[in-house]
Protein backbone atom coordinates (compact mmCIF):
# COMPACT_ATOMS: atom_id res chain seq x y z
CA UNK A 1 0.00 0.00 0.00
CA UNK A 2 1.73 3.76 -0.94
CA UNK A 3 2.33 6.80 0.83
CA UNK A 4 -0.96 8.18 -0.93
CA UNK A 5 -3.04 5.50 -0.10
CA UNK A 6 -2.46 6.05 3.70
CA UNK A 7 -3.14 9.73 3.24
CA UNK A 8 -6.09 8.98 2.00
CA UNK A 9 -7.49 6.59 4.27
CA UNK A 10 -6.91 8.60 7.45
CA UNK A 11 -8.19 11.70 5.28
CA UNK A 12 -11.21 9.81 4.77
CA UNK A 13 -11.75 9.05 8.84
CA UNK A 14 -10.75 12.32 9.88
CA UNK A 15 -13.25 13.33 7.55
CA UNK A 16 -16.18 11.17 8.64
CA UNK A 17 -15.53 11.44 12.10
CA UNK A 18 -14.64 15.38 12.54
CA UNK A 19 -12.37 14.72 15.18
CA UNK A 20 -10.54 11.48 16.84
CA UNK A 21 -8.06 8.53 16.09
CA UNK A 22 -6.09 8.31 12.85
CA UNK A 23 -6.43 4.63 11.68
CA UNK A 24 -3.79 3.65 8.84
CA UNK A 25 -4.26 0.38 6.84
CA UNK A 26 -0.90 -1.36 6.77
CA UNK A 27 -0.20 -4.47 4.62
CA UNK A 28 -1.28 -7.10 6.60
CA UNK A 29 0.48 -11.21 6.46
CA UNK A 30 -1.31 -13.14 3.92
CA UNK A 31 -4.91 -13.82 5.22
CA UNK A 32 -5.17 -11.49 8.14
CA UNK A 33 -6.27 -7.54 8.17
CA UNK A 34 -5.22 -5.38 10.84
CA UNK A 35 -6.13 -1.84 11.64
CA UNK A 36 -3.06 -0.04 13.73
CA UNK A 37 -2.29 3.18 15.32
CA UNK A 38 -0.28 5.14 15.38
CA UNK A 39 0.51 5.15 11.68
CA UNK A 40 4.30 4.03 10.68
CA UNK A 41 4.94 5.30 7.17
CA UNK A 42 8.27 6.38 6.47
CA UNK A 43 9.67 8.98 4.22
CA UNK A 44 6.39 11.41 3.44
CA UNK A 45 6.66 14.54 5.41
CA UNK A 46 3.96 15.78 4.05
CA UNK A 47 1.01 16.56 6.90
CA UNK A 48 -2.24 14.29 6.66
CA UNK A 49 -4.05 16.30 9.56
CA UNK A 50 -3.68 19.34 11.61
CA UNK A 51 -3.52 18.75 16.26
CA UNK A 52 -4.14 21.48 18.98
CA UNK A 53 -0.59 22.54 19.49
CA UNK A 54 -1.49 21.83 23.56
CA UNK A 55 -1.81 17.90 22.74
CA UNK A 56 -6.28 18.78 23.16
CA UNK A 57 -8.93 16.12 20.93
CA UNK A 58 -9.26 18.65 18.89
CA UNK A 59 -8.17 18.32 14.71
CA UNK A 60 -8.50 19.69 11.40
CA UNK A 61 -7.87 18.86 7.42
CA UNK A 62 -6.41 22.07 6.86
CA UNK A 63 -3.91 24.64 8.68
CA UNK A 64 -6.13 26.41 11.57
CA UNK A 65 -5.14 28.47 14.81
CA UNK A 66 -6.28 27.96 18.31
CA UNK A 67 -8.37 31.19 19.92
CA UNK A 68 -5.25 32.63 20.78
CA UNK A 69 -3.29 32.65 17.75
CA UNK A 70 -1.29 29.92 17.92
CA UNK A 71 -0.65 27.51 14.88
CA UNK A 72 -2.25 24.05 14.99
CA UNK A 73 0.80 21.19 14.61
CA UNK A 74 1.24 19.72 11.37
CA UNK A 75 1.15 15.73 11.59
CA UNK A 76 2.78 14.14 8.67
CA UNK A 77 1.91 10.61 7.46
CA UNK A 78 4.67 9.04 9.08
CA UNK A 79 4.41 10.26 12.89
CA UNK A 80 4.38 7.91 15.98
CA UNK A 81 0.49 8.69 16.85
CA UNK A 82 -0.82 7.16 20.16
CA UNK A 83 -4.42 7.77 22.12
CA UNK A 84 -3.26 5.39 24.84
CA UNK A 85 -3.04 6.77 28.32
CA UNK A 86 0.83 6.70 28.55
CA UNK A 87 3.49 6.65 25.81
CA UNK A 88 4.05 3.98 23.69
CA UNK A 89 7.89 3.69 25.05
CA UNK A 90 6.40 4.00 28.60
CA UNK A 91 3.79 1.48 27.81
CA UNK A 92 6.12 -0.72 26.76
CA UNK A 93 8.23 -0.82 29.17
CA UNK A 94 5.14 -1.00 31.59
CA UNK A 95 4.38 -3.84 29.99
CA UNK A 96 7.69 -5.73 30.15
CA UNK A 97 7.80 -4.82 34.17
CA UNK A 98 4.20 -6.43 34.26
CA UNK A 99 5.22 -9.41 32.05
CA UNK A 100 4.14 -11.94 34.88
CA UNK A 101 -0.11 -11.91 35.46
CA UNK A 102 -0.88 -12.51 39.06
CA UNK A 103 -4.31 -13.29 38.47
CA UNK A 104 -7.54 -12.00 36.34
CA UNK A 105 -10.25 -9.68 38.01
CA UNK A 106 -14.10 -9.22 37.15
CA UNK A 107 -14.67 -6.50 34.44
CA UNK A 108 -17.59 -5.13 36.36
CA UNK A 109 -15.87 -4.43 39.79
CA UNK A 110 -16.88 -7.41 41.47
CA UNK A 111 -14.90 -9.16 44.60
CA UNK A 112 -14.29 -12.60 41.90
CA UNK A 113 -10.92 -13.30 40.44
CA UNK A 114 -9.89 -16.12 38.88
CA UNK A 115 -6.11 -17.59 38.46
CA UNK A 116 -6.93 -18.12 34.29
CA UNK A 117 -8.16 -16.10 31.60
CA UNK A 118 -12.32 -16.26 31.53
CA UNK A 119 -15.45 -14.32 30.94
CA UNK A 120 -18.20 -13.65 33.15
CA UNK A 121 -21.65 -14.11 32.07
CA UNK A 122 -22.17 -10.91 30.08
CA UNK A 123 -19.61 -12.44 27.97
CA UNK A 124 -16.25 -9.83 28.98
CA UNK A 125 -13.09 -10.82 28.79
CA UNK A 126 -11.90 -10.64 32.84
CA UNK A 127 -8.84 -8.08 33.20
CA UNK A 128 -5.47 -9.67 34.22
CA UNK A 129 -3.38 -7.73 36.79
CA UNK A 130 0.42 -7.81 37.00
CA UNK A 131 2.84 -8.13 39.89
CA UNK A 132 3.83 -4.59 40.60
CA UNK A 133 0.00 -3.15 40.33
CA UNK A 134 -0.74 -3.22 44.22
CA UNK A 135 1.52 -2.14 46.81
CA UNK A 136 1.30 -2.91 50.57
CA UNK A 137 1.52 0.73 51.71
CA UNK A 138 -2.30 1.30 51.73
CA UNK A 139 -2.06 3.55 48.51
CA UNK A 140 -4.68 3.53 45.53
CA UNK A 141 -2.85 4.13 42.23
CA UNK A 142 -5.26 5.46 38.91
CA UNK A 143 -4.16 5.94 36.08
CA UNK A 144 -3.96 9.55 34.43
CA UNK A 145 -6.43 9.05 31.94
CA UNK A 146 -9.05 8.05 34.49
CA UNK A 147 -8.02 11.04 36.58
CA UNK A 148 -8.70 13.42 33.96
CA UNK A 149 -12.27 11.98 32.37
CA UNK A 150 -13.60 11.66 36.20
CA UNK A 151 -12.39 15.30 36.91
CA UNK A 152 -10.35 14.11 40.23
CA UNK A 153 -9.18 17.72 41.85
CA UNK A 154 -7.09 18.08 44.89
CA UNK A 155 -6.61 21.37 47.53
CA UNK A 156 -3.81 21.48 50.18
CA UNK A 157 -5.34 21.50 54.05
CA UNK A 158 -4.65 25.41 55.21
CA UNK A 159 -5.24 27.02 58.33
CA UNK A 160 -8.49 29.47 58.18
CA UNK A 161 -11.08 30.80 60.39
CA UNK A 162 -14.40 28.73 60.37
CA UNK A 163 -17.50 30.69 61.00
CA UNK A 164 -19.95 28.35 62.05
CA UNK A 165 -23.45 29.61 61.89
CA UNK A 166 -26.78 28.00 63.71
CA UNK A 167 -29.90 28.91 61.91
CA UNK A 168 -33.01 28.55 63.94
CA UNK A 169 -37.24 29.56 63.45
CA UNK A 170 -39.22 30.75 66.33
CA UNK A 171 -41.15 33.77 67.09
CA UNK A 172 -41.73 36.98 69.02
CA UNK A 173 -43.00 36.99 72.63
CA UNK A 174 -43.46 39.38 75.50
CA UNK A 175 -41.12 39.79 78.41
CA UNK A 176 -42.25 38.41 81.02
CA UNK A 177 -41.25 41.13 83.23
CA UNK A 178 -42.82 44.16 81.64
CA UNK A 179 -46.54 43.02 82.10
CA UNK A 180 -48.78 44.59 84.27
CA UNK A 181 -52.27 43.83 85.59
CA UNK A 182 -55.14 46.07 86.83
CA UNK A 183 -57.42 44.30 89.15
CA UNK A 184 -59.12 45.91 92.32
CA UNK A 185 -58.56 44.54 95.62
CA UNK A 186 -61.45 44.67 97.18
CA UNK A 187 -65.17 45.56 95.55
CA UNK A 188 -65.79 48.18 93.23
CA UNK A 189 -67.48 49.64 90.37
CA UNK A 190 -66.38 51.37 87.33
CA UNK A 191 -67.70 54.83 87.05
CA UNK A 192 -66.42 55.88 83.89
CA UNK A 193 -63.54 54.75 81.81
CA UNK A 194 -61.04 56.85 79.78
CA UNK A 195 -60.99 56.49 75.71
CA UNK A 196 -58.68 53.49 75.40
CA UNK A 197 -58.87 50.26 73.81
CA UNK A 198 -57.27 47.21 73.11
CA UNK A 199 -54.21 47.84 70.61
CA UNK A 200 -53.65 51.30 72.84
CA UNK A 201 -50.25 52.93 73.66
CA UNK A 202 -50.36 54.24 77.04
CA UNK A 203 -47.73 56.47 78.85
CA UNK A 204 -47.08 55.53 82.78
CA UNK A 205 -49.69 57.73 84.65
CA UNK A 206 -52.19 58.24 81.99
CA UNK A 207 -56.30 57.96 83.28
CA UNK A 208 -57.41 55.12 82.64
CA UNK A 209 -60.87 54.65 84.41
CA UNK A 210 -62.65 56.32 87.96
CA UNK A 211 -63.21 53.49 90.02
CA UNK A 212 -66.31 54.03 93.03
CA UNK A 213 -65.23 51.61 96.19
CA UNK A 214 -66.84 51.74 99.53
CA UNK A 215 -63.90 50.28 101.30
CA UNK A 216 -61.50 52.65 99.77
CA UNK A 217 -63.87 55.43 100.74
CA UNK A 218 -64.15 54.61 104.06
CA UNK A 219 -60.37 53.88 104.02
CA UNK A 220 -59.96 57.75 102.94
CA UNK A 221 -62.04 58.99 104.80
CA UNK A 222 -60.04 58.08 108.24
CA UNK A 223 -56.82 58.75 106.69
CA UNK A 224 -58.58 62.72 106.39
CA UNK A 225 -59.70 62.94 109.11
CA UNK A 226 -56.40 61.53 111.25
CA UNK A 227 -54.36 64.27 109.02
CA UNK A 228 -56.61 67.30 109.55
CA UNK A 229 -57.02 66.61 113.29
CA UNK A 230 -54.49 68.42 115.55
CA UNK A 231 -53.66 65.74 117.95
CA UNK A 232 -50.92 64.05 119.55
CA UNK A 233 -48.18 61.78 118.22
CA UNK A 234 -51.13 58.88 118.86
CA UNK A 235 -53.02 60.50 116.18
CA UNK A 236 -49.85 60.73 114.01
CA UNK A 237 -49.68 57.22 114.05
CA UNK A 238 -53.07 56.61 113.43
CA UNK A 239 -52.73 58.65 110.78
CA UNK A 240 -50.15 56.16 109.48
CA UNK A 241 -52.11 53.34 109.54
CA UNK A 242 -54.95 54.57 107.70
CA UNK A 243 -52.53 55.66 104.78
CA UNK A 244 -51.19 52.26 104.69
CA UNK A 245 -55.13 50.79 104.91
CA UNK A 246 -55.54 52.66 101.64
CA UNK A 247 -51.99 51.35 100.21
CA UNK A 248 -52.97 48.02 100.66
CA UNK A 249 -56.16 48.53 98.56
CA UNK A 250 -53.46 49.80 95.83
CA UNK A 251 -54.78 53.18 95.73
CA UNK A 252 -52.79 54.84 93.40
CA UNK A 253 -50.00 56.87 95.22
CA UNK A 254 -51.15 60.20 93.09
CA UNK A 255 -54.71 59.57 94.58
CA UNK A 256 -53.45 59.43 98.28
CA UNK A 257 -51.04 62.51 97.16
CA UNK A 258 -54.25 64.57 96.01
CA UNK A 259 -56.12 63.76 98.90
CA UNK A 260 -53.16 65.09 101.03
CA UNK A 261 -53.12 68.19 99.42
CA UNK A 262 -57.12 69.00 99.24
CA UNK A 263 -57.72 67.44 102.36
CA UNK A 264 -61.17 65.78 100.95
CA UNK A 265 -62.33 62.43 100.50
CA UNK A 266 -62.76 62.06 96.68
CA UNK A 267 -65.85 60.26 95.31
CA UNK A 268 -64.24 58.20 92.75
CA UNK A 269 -60.47 57.22 92.59
CA UNK A 270 -58.86 57.74 89.55
CA UNK A 271 -56.58 54.71 88.44
CA UNK A 272 -53.94 55.63 86.03
CA UNK A 273 -51.30 53.26 84.14
CA UNK A 274 -48.59 51.42 85.96
CA UNK A 275 -46.21 51.61 83.16
CA UNK A 276 -45.19 52.49 79.34
CA UNK A 277 -47.02 50.05 77.29
CA UNK A 278 -49.60 48.60 75.14
CA UNK A 279 -53.14 47.68 76.16
CA UNK A 280 -53.71 44.00 75.44
CA UNK A 281 -56.37 43.58 77.04
CA UNK A 282 -59.41 45.86 78.39
CA UNK A 283 -61.80 44.19 80.45
CA UNK A 284 -63.14 47.65 81.81
CA UNK A 285 -66.80 48.94 80.92
CA UNK A 286 -68.81 51.93 82.78
CA UNK A 287 -71.07 51.00 85.44
CA UNK A 288 -70.27 47.68 86.08
CA UNK A 289 -68.72 46.00 89.23
CA UNK A 290 -65.96 44.55 89.60
CA UNK A 291 -65.05 41.85 91.94
CA UNK A 292 -61.78 41.74 93.52
CA UNK A 293 -58.99 40.29 91.64
CA UNK A 294 -61.20 40.78 88.26
CA UNK A 295 -58.83 42.19 85.72
CA UNK A 296 -59.99 45.45 84.11
CA UNK A 297 -56.74 46.49 82.02
CA UNK A 298 -53.54 44.32 80.73
CA UNK A 299 -50.46 46.45 79.56
CA UNK A 300 -47.60 45.31 78.16
CA UNK A 301 -44.29 46.99 77.64
CA UNK A 302 -42.54 46.05 74.04
CA UNK A 303 -39.53 48.21 74.32
CA UNK A 304 -38.19 45.03 75.14
CA UNK A 305 -38.96 41.04 73.71
CA UNK A 306 -38.06 38.12 73.23
CA UNK A 307 -37.02 35.89 70.90
CA UNK A 308 -38.12 32.01 71.55
CA UNK A 309 -36.07 30.17 68.75
CA UNK A 310 -35.57 25.98 68.78
CA UNK A 311 -32.43 25.06 68.55
CA UNK A 312 -31.22 21.34 66.90
CA UNK A 313 -29.98 19.52 69.42
CA UNK A 314 -27.01 18.53 68.17
CA UNK A 315 -25.87 21.83 68.42
CA UNK A 316 -26.52 22.64 71.92
CA UNK A 317 -22.69 22.08 72.80
CA UNK A 318 -21.78 25.21 70.68
CA UNK A 319 -23.86 27.95 71.18
CA UNK A 320 -23.92 29.50 75.39
CA UNK A 321 -25.55 32.45 77.47
CA UNK A 322 -24.28 35.41 75.90
CA UNK A 323 -23.17 34.48 72.53
CA UNK A 324 -24.22 37.16 69.69
CA UNK A 325 -27.39 36.86 68.23
CA UNK A 326 -28.52 37.96 64.80
CA UNK A 327 -32.70 37.88 64.15
CA UNK A 328 -34.33 38.78 60.84
CA UNK A 329 -38.26 39.39 60.96
CA UNK A 330 -40.36 37.73 57.82
CA UNK A 331 -42.14 40.88 57.69
CA UNK A 332 -39.02 43.08 57.06
CA UNK A 333 -36.96 41.72 54.82
CA UNK A 334 -33.24 43.30 54.70
CA UNK A 335 -33.64 44.51 58.78
CA UNK A 336 -31.64 43.03 61.33
CA UNK A 337 -32.12 43.01 64.98
CA UNK A 338 -29.70 41.97 67.15
CA UNK A 339 -29.64 40.26 70.39
CA UNK A 340 -27.46 37.77 72.82
CA UNK A 341 -28.98 34.99 74.14
CA UNK A 342 -30.25 35.20 77.68
CA UNK A 343 -31.43 31.43 78.39
CA UNK A 344 -31.46 27.85 77.38
CA UNK A 345 -34.34 26.33 78.82
CA UNK A 346 -32.83 22.76 80.65
CA UNK A 347 -35.23 20.64 78.36
CA UNK A 348 -35.77 18.94 75.02
CA UNK A 349 -38.90 18.28 73.10
CA UNK A 350 -38.79 15.19 72.54
CA UNK A 351 -40.73 14.84 69.24
CA UNK A 352 -38.79 17.70 67.53
CA UNK A 353 -35.39 17.09 69.23
CA UNK A 354 -34.96 20.93 69.39
CA UNK A 355 -34.34 22.77 72.75
CA UNK A 356 -35.67 26.40 73.19
CA UNK A 357 -33.65 29.38 73.63
CA UNK A 358 -34.23 32.53 74.31
CA UNK A 359 -33.00 35.98 72.87
CA UNK A 360 -33.60 39.49 74.45
CA UNK A 361 -33.99 41.78 71.79
CA UNK A 362 -34.79 46.10 71.67
CA UNK A 363 -37.66 46.80 69.94
CA UNK A 364 -37.74 51.15 70.51
CA UNK A 365 -40.23 51.36 67.88
CA UNK A 366 -42.46 48.48 68.42
CA UNK A 367 -41.66 46.62 64.89
CA UNK A 368 -41.59 43.09 66.38
CA UNK A 369 -45.10 42.14 67.25
CA UNK A 370 -45.95 38.86 69.35
CA UNK A 371 -46.06 35.77 67.73
CA UNK A 372 -43.87 37.21 65.00
CA UNK A 373 -41.79 34.80 62.99
CA UNK A 374 -38.70 35.06 62.95
CA UNK A 375 -35.43 33.40 62.00
CA UNK A 376 -31.81 34.13 64.20
CA UNK A 377 -28.98 33.31 63.41
CA UNK A 378 -26.17 32.36 65.99
CA UNK A 379 -22.59 32.71 64.99
CA UNK A 380 -20.53 29.87 66.95
CA UNK A 381 -17.43 30.35 65.08
CA UNK A 382 -14.19 31.21 67.01
CA UNK A 383 -11.75 33.58 65.66
CA UNK A 384 -8.68 31.42 65.99
CA UNK A 385 -7.27 29.80 62.89
CA UNK A 386 -7.82 26.12 62.75
CA UNK A 387 -6.68 24.04 60.15
CA UNK A 388 -9.25 22.84 57.43
CA UNK A 389 -10.38 21.50 54.43
CA UNK A 390 -13.45 21.29 52.40
CA UNK A 391 -16.42 19.37 53.63
CA UNK A 392 -16.35 17.86 50.07
CA UNK A 393 -12.93 15.83 50.89
CA UNK A 394 -14.11 14.11 54.24
CA UNK A 395 -16.05 10.37 53.71
CA UNK A 396 -18.24 10.42 56.57
CA UNK A 397 -19.19 6.41 57.23
CA UNK A 398 -21.03 7.48 59.99
CA UNK A 399 -18.49 5.57 62.57
CA UNK A 400 -14.89 6.57 60.99
CA UNK A 401 -14.26 9.83 58.56
CA UNK A 402 -11.02 9.68 56.18
CA UNK A 403 -9.47 11.70 53.51
CA UNK A 404 -7.59 10.34 50.38
CA UNK A 405 -4.00 12.68 50.36
CA UNK A 406 -2.55 12.97 47.10
CA UNK A 407 0.91 11.36 47.06
CA UNK A 408 1.88 12.07 43.52
CA UNK A 409 2.15 10.33 40.10
CA UNK A 410 -1.63 8.86 40.42
CA UNK A 411 -0.88 7.23 44.27
CA UNK A 412 -3.52 8.13 47.04
CA UNK A 413 -3.12 7.40 50.51
CA UNK A 414 -6.73 6.78 52.79
CA UNK A 415 -6.09 9.21 55.78
CA UNK A 416 -8.21 8.62 58.96
CA UNK A 417 -8.94 12.02 60.72
CA UNK A 418 -10.73 13.48 63.56
CA UNK A 419 -12.96 16.72 62.93
CA UNK A 420 -13.90 19.33 64.32
CA UNK A 421 -16.08 22.32 64.10
CA UNK A 422 -17.53 23.21 60.48
CA UNK A 423 -18.61 26.29 58.41
CA UNK A 424 -18.47 27.89 55.25
CA UNK A 425 -18.20 24.70 53.82
CA UNK A 426 -14.82 23.60 55.28
CA UNK A 427 -14.53 21.42 58.29
CA UNK A 428 -11.83 21.39 61.00
CA UNK A 429 -9.29 18.68 61.05
CA UNK A 430 -8.18 17.69 64.67
CA UNK A 431 -5.75 15.10 63.77
CA UNK A 432 -4.49 13.17 61.01
CA UNK A 433 -3.44 15.93 58.54
CA UNK A 434 -0.75 18.05 58.53
CA UNK A 435 -0.85 21.58 56.65
CA UNK A 436 0.32 21.78 53.18
CA UNK A 437 -0.97 18.19 52.10
CA UNK A 438 -3.27 18.09 49.16
CA UNK A 439 -6.05 15.81 49.75
CA UNK A 440 -8.94 15.35 46.92
CA UNK A 441 -12.47 17.23 46.85
CA UNK A 442 -13.66 15.51 43.83
CA UNK A 443 -14.19 12.97 42.90
CA UNK A 444 -13.23 10.90 45.59
CA UNK A 445 -15.63 8.58 45.15
CA UNK A 446 -13.91 7.12 42.08
CA UNK A 447 -10.76 6.65 44.78
CA UNK A 448 -12.76 5.08 47.33
CA UNK A 449 -14.05 2.49 44.89
CA UNK A 450 -10.54 1.74 43.10
CA UNK A 451 -9.47 1.18 47.16
CA UNK A 452 -12.42 -1.04 48.37
CA UNK A 453 -11.63 -3.09 44.64
CA UNK A 454 -8.33 -3.19 45.74
CA UNK A 455 -9.14 -4.74 49.72
CA UNK A 456 -11.23 -6.96 48.27
CA UNK A 457 -9.17 -8.45 45.39
CA UNK A 458 -6.49 -8.42 47.95
CA UNK A 459 -8.45 -10.51 50.35
CA UNK A 460 -9.83 -13.03 47.65
CA UNK A 461 -6.38 -13.31 46.22
CA UNK A 462 -4.34 -14.04 49.94
CA UNK A 463 -7.51 -16.54 50.61
CA UNK A 464 -6.98 -18.16 47.51
CA UNK A 465 -2.93 -18.46 48.12
CA UNK A 466 -4.12 -20.19 51.33
CA UNK A 467 -5.87 -22.85 50.04
Given at each position: ?????L?????????MA??G?V????R??????????P?A?EG??????????????A??????????GR??????A????S????P??????V????SKIK????P???????????????G????PV????????GS???SPG???RT??????????????????????Q????????????AE??V????N?????????????M????????????????????K?????AV?G???R?R????D?P?T?I???????T????????A??DG?????N??????A??G??L?????T????A????????????????????????????E?????S?????V????R?T?V?I???N??GAL?????????????????V????E?A???????Q?????K?Q?????REV??G????????????L?????V?V??N?L?D?E?????????F??????Q
Amino acid sequence: MTRAVLASAAASVIAMAGIGYVVVVHRPPAGTIALVAPAAAEGNSAPIYFQDPDGKPAYSLTPRKTPDGRDYKAVPAGADVSFDETPASESASVTTAKSKIKYYRNPMGLPDTSPAPKKDSMGMDYIPVYEGEDSDDGSVKVSPGKIQRTGVSSEPATSRVIRTLIRAPGTIQLDERRISVISMRAESWVQKVANVTTGSKVNKGQPLMEIYSPSMASAAAEYIATITSKGTSGVAVYGRGSRQRLMNLDVPDTAIAAMEKSGTVPITIDWSAPRDGIVLERNAIEGMRAQPGDVLFRIADTSVVWAMVDVAERSLGTISVGMPVTVKARSFPGREFAGKISVIYPQVNRETRTTRVRIELSNPDGALLPDMYVDANIDTGSSQPVLAVPESAVLDTGSRQAVFVEKGQGRFEPREVKLGHRGDGYVEIRQGLAEGEPVVVSANFLIDAESNLKAALKGFSDAGGQQ
